[in-house]
């Protein structure tokens, strides 16, 4: 977890416009608070490329 204002060039990079934002492996990012089914469905699909 990064705090993006104490990281602002991290915020930038990902393009963080909204928190929570999850960045996976730097290929796979949604925003906002997502049910467990479909946070796992991420992480499944980040983990299988």
Known sequence: ???AIEFPHLAAKYGVMGV???V???E???EGA???EIFVSHLMSALSS
Do not use: L, Q, R, S
């Open 34 to 36: 997502v049910p467990e």
């Open 24 to 26: 996976i492996n730097d």
């Open 20 to 22: 929570p934002k999850t």
């Open 1 to 3: 977890m990064v705090e």
């Open 28 to 30: 796979i990012e949604f």
